[in-house]
T-cell receptor
């Protein structure tokens, strides 16, 4: 079945540091890929998405490129802020057929220190 | 437009009891999905409703059931509660686009269920 693997946390960085959170996936079809963010006490918010190979999703300074050859969708940001502290989830939606919902990774807790 | 709202926000139940959680979808959305998020884990897909019918289900037993109403709001029912059912339950609404599952799912803030 489909699965998403993302790097374990917590990831602790200083403000203005470069961020990479790795995400790889396995899927039977041609999935769409997503990054969601969860702030403390809140639900999930879509951060960015990519629907086909080589697409780049971007939002709020975050970027991720859909790499079919490496089955990856790594999240990057050039300069993080304290307000970026949250849990980040990589997810996929398999368009191969059926309403199977989103498959999520376990999440990566990001802590940005001033 | 209003977002996805869930009720209640917190709930404590005893093992063996039954619980009903509620979700109002975002205006214009006809698809509702439910997810279970255990502490420190990613959300796991329970099932999805489209136009009042279940059209997809994850690996959850039949004691997890649901309903979708004509106004597209939804309920999640869990019978015979077990301690492992303690989790954050998330509802998400969406409107399938021409490519099916590429449209954004909007999540509510969740219901925190504790089974004792």
């Amino acid at each position: 079945g489909d699965s998403v693997t993302q790097m374990e946390g917590p990831v602790t960085l200083s403000e203005e540091a470069f961020l990479t959170i790795n995400c790889t996936y396995t899927a039977t079809g041609y999935p769409s890929l997503f990054w969601y963010v969860q702030y403390p006490g809140e639900g999930l918010q879509l951060l960015l998405k990519a629907t086909k190979a080589d697409d780049k999703g971007s939002n709020k300074g975050f970027e991720a490129t859909y790499r079919k050859e490496t089955t990856s969708f790594h999240l990057e940001k050039g300069s993080v802020q304290v307000s970026d502290s949250a849990v980040y989830f990589c997810a996929l939606s398999d368009r191969g057929g059926g309403a199977d919902g989103l498959t999520f990774g376990k999440g990566t807790h990001l802590i940005i220190q001033p | 437009e209003t977002g996805v709202t869930q009720s209640p926000t917190h709930l404590i139940k005893t093992r063996g009891q039954q619980v009903t959680l509620r979700c109002s979808s975002q205006s214009g959305h006809n698809t509702v999905s439910w997810y279970q998020q255990a502490l420190g884990q990613g959300p796991q897909f329970i099932f999805q409703y489209y136009r009042e019918e279940e059209n997809g289900r994850g690996n959850f037993p039949p004691r997890f059931s649901g309903l979708q109403f004509p106004n597209y709001s939804s309920e999640l029912n869990v019978n015979a509660l077990e301690l492992d059912d303690s989790a954050l339950y998330l509802c998400a609404s969406s409107f399938p686009g021409a490519r099916g599952y590429d449209t954004e799912a909007f999540f509510g803030q969740g219901t925190r269920l504790t089974v004792v």
